[in-house]
């Protein structure tokens, strides 16, 4: 099958992350043998190095169709008008060169809304999945709202990546979505690399440094409970605008021995930190999926996760502790069970559960099932 995959952009050297959760189940579904081309759309600003214009080329066993075009903040009506152009374009390209999709694949709302304007036309079916965290929250923008119900309703089948983003946009736009979780690289998480013998109590998170994802939270519970033990450390990988914030929080703590920020850093990197460490945290308001948490079982560690949308789709008590958001006494009292409890955990358990529902082999089959059963009732 021939699948056009619709993306914000595609993950390279400098910037590991964009596109990443659309770029992983590309790869999956070129490993499961279909014929898989990535249309990658990146509008962001001067201030991203990359090469702008036409990209066309081969990473990771995927055909990638790029078009880079500058645009930064510009009015959000007109990135939206460039974006459905630009999408245009590629798909024209694309079925000039490899000839017409049999499905059509575009991920979050914007991408999505821009790919309907574009593409509903050409008589292909369209299928989107869903991983907007905002989704997650208890009132919806109503920019979104209205994004929402001129996108959702237009696609012939809608995905989400968990069971609260699906219960939101039945809720709000009277769309049943199925439910198919993102990818996670079981060939960097995995309880194939031994874990490493190391000494102490080393708790390691991974995640933006954004309000949202609570790390001065985390850093101010770790503070209290590093308070009673000698022997604990705190590793956090990630970027973003709050770091300044975070390192005086360190630093008027007197933690900067004991808690590294580490910036972003390759999936290798962080799997490698991961063999030593005992447990996972992060302490996020609200998540669509939550894949760090995901990567960290697959490595066998048991994780301290909060009630923000989706964890609890995976998180039970043969793999950690789940808790409410935004308690930083509750946080104290799970690292301190943690400390007392990890190695009661099985971890080869733990990491096989999760490879059974979120390896790449595992969602391309569910992803797989959904294009042939859209073809098929679109084809009547």
């Known amino acids: 099958m021939r699948v056009f995959i619709i993306s914000r952009g595609y993950p390279s050297e400098k910037y590991v992350t964009n596109g990443i959760f659309e770029f992983d189940q590309a790869k999956a579904l070129a490993k499961q043998g279909h014929e898989v081309i990535f249309l990658a759309n990146d509008l962001r600003s001067l201030r991203r190095k990359r090469k702008f214009g036409s990209e066309s080329f081969i990473k990771d066993g995927v055909q990638v169709e790029a078009l880079n075009i500058p645009c930064g903040k510009i009015p959000k009506r007109m990135l939206m008008k460039v ?3 630009v999408i245009k374009r590629l798909y024209n390209r694309c079925v000039r060169k490899y000839g017409k ?19 509903r036309g050409e008589g292909i079916p369209l299928v989107m999945t869903e991983h907007l965290s905002t989704m997650n929250n208890k009132v919806i923008p109503e920019n979104l709202i209205a994004l929402g119900n001129n996108t959702y309703r237009y696609c012939d089948k809608v995905i989400a990546v968990g069971k609260k983003i699906a219960q939101t946009i039945e809720n709000n736009f009277g769309v049943k979505a199925e439910i198919i979780p993102n990818v996670v690289d079981t060939d960097s998480f995995s309880l194939k690399s031994v874990p490493v013998r190391h000494n102490g109590f080393k708790v390691i998170s991974v995640g933006a440094l954004i309000k949202r994802k609570h790390m001065d939270l985390l850093i101010k519970a770790f503070t209290e409970f590093a308070e009673k033990h000698d022997d604990v450390s705190l590793e956090i990988f990630g970027k973003g605008e709050e770091r300044e914030n975070l390192e005086s929080l360190i630093a008027e703590n007197n933690m900067s021995s004991t808690i590294t920020l580490h910036g972003a850093r390759p999936r290798k990197e962080i799997a490698d930190s991961m063999k030593k460490a005992d447990c996972f945290v992060l302490a996020s308001d609200v998540e669509t999926f939550g894949v760090v948490y995901i990567e960290a079982m697959a490595m066998g560690l048991p994780v301290i996760a909060t009630k923000s949308g989706g964890p609890e789709n995976f998180v039970n008590d043969t793999n950690g502790i789940l808790i409410d958001p935004d308690n930083k006494e509750v946080l104290v ?12 955990y099985d971890k080869i358990k733990i990491s096989e559960d999760i490879a059974k529902q979120f390896s790449p082999k595992a969602v391309a089959e569910q992803l797989s099932k959904i294009y042939n059963q859209t073809i098929k009732t679109i084809s009547g």
């Open 333 to 344: 009292k799970s690292l301190e069970k943690m400390y007392d409890s990890c190695g009661s």
């Open 83 to 85: 974006r459905s152009t």
């Open 101 to 119: 999709p049999d499905i059509i694949h575009s991920h979050f709302l914007e991408i999505s809304y821009c790919t309907v304007k574009a593409l």
